[in-house]
């Protein structure tokens, strides 16, 4: 690991926890049913991938509203995999910071979801709306759609791969996109549950360059609560949308 990919991987590190400690954190008298999509509360998790480390902190906070619940995610993907001997290299891949809202009346919820890949100097911003259905025995939907567009460094390959850099600076928005999918919860046991979540996404305008970013992504996931405040969960990420297949294990832990 080079000492400038250390430090980035480190600053990208500190960045996480010190935007998760600027939140001041509400802690359940209850743990919240961690194998719900639409739960909400105070977490912190490590992942191994294919791909290298991922980091993920969590945290829910008052709104004020004794109907709603609110969070704040952020994660840290793609870190160390060149030490670690896999697949990527050991700077930081990618970010991604969520806001995550719902009504516990109602089982409605929103959810923005911020995106942004080094690699490429490419990212997304998108909106969704998330809806809880009856449970139907062992199985619960929850159907999404959602607008977002992406946004770009002006010198992104993506948008100019054979363009040399012409010394403008500076970001653009290249293009806007749909969302349309579902997530999906089928309790096993009281607890091993599984999920499956396709989402397709559809370009709205924007450059033809992008066309390959849209398209079908499916999720698989196996989880193990092991006991009420932490879990561990395995996923199979793959699609149009992704380069290759995508494997992780992950721990979580609930505040």
Same mark, same amino acid.
């Given at each position: 690991?080079?000492? !400038? ?7 990208? +590190? =500190?960045?996480?926890? &010190? ?11 209850? /743990? ?16 191994? +991938?294919?791909?290298?480390?991922? !980091? ?13 619940? &609110? ?9 160390? *995999? ?42 997304? =911003?998108? /909106?969704?709306?998330?809806? *809880?259905?009856?449970?139907?025995? &062992?199985?619960? !939907?929850?159907?999404? *759609?959602?607008? $977002? ?13 054979? *363009? ?6 500076? /970001?653009?928005?290249? =293009? ?12 096993? +046991? ?15 305008? $924007? ?13 698989? =996931? ?28 992950? /721990?979580?832990?609930?505040?």
């Amino acid at each position: 690991m080079t000492t !400038l990919t250390l430090k980035k991987t480190l600053k990208m +590190t =500190a960045m996480a926890v &010190a935007l998760s400690s600027a939140i001041s954190p509400v802690f359940a008298d209850e /743990y919240q049913d961690m194998s719900d999509p639409l739960a909400v509360y105070s977490q912190a998790g490590m992942g191994v +991938t294919n791909k290298g480390l991922n !980091l993920k902190l969590g945290q829910a906070y008052d709104t004020n509203n004794d109907e709603t619940m &609110a969070m704040h995610i952020l994660e840290v993907k793609g870190f160390a *995999a060149d030490i670690l001997g896999l697949k990527g290299d050991d700077s930081v891949d990618s970010l991604r910071y969520r806001h995550f809202n719902v009504n516990t009346t109602n089982g409605l919820g929103g959810q923005v979801d911020i995106n942004w890949d080094f690699d490429n100097q490419l990212g997304s =911003a998108s /909106y969704s709306v998330i809806q *809880a259905l009856p449970k139907m025995g &062992a199985l619960q !939907l929850y159907p999404l *759609a959602g607008l $977002g567009l992406n946004v770009a460094d002006v010198h992104s390959r993506l948008l100019k791969p054979d *363009a040399d850099c012409d010394g403008s600076i500076g /970001y653009t928005i290249p =293009a806007s996109f749909a969302v349309v999918g579902l997530y999906s919860k089928i309790d096993i +046991t009281d607890d091993i549950w599984l999920n499956y979540n396709p989402m397709y996404t559809t370009q709205l305008g $924007g450059v033809e360059a992008l066309n390959d970013l849209y398209g079908w992504q499916h999720e698989i =996931a196996a989880s193990y609560q092991l006991n009420p405040r932490s879990n561990l969960r395995a996923f199979w990420n793959f699609g149009q949308t992704l380069n290759g297949t995508d494997f992780r294990v992950e /721990y979580n832990y609930q505040f």
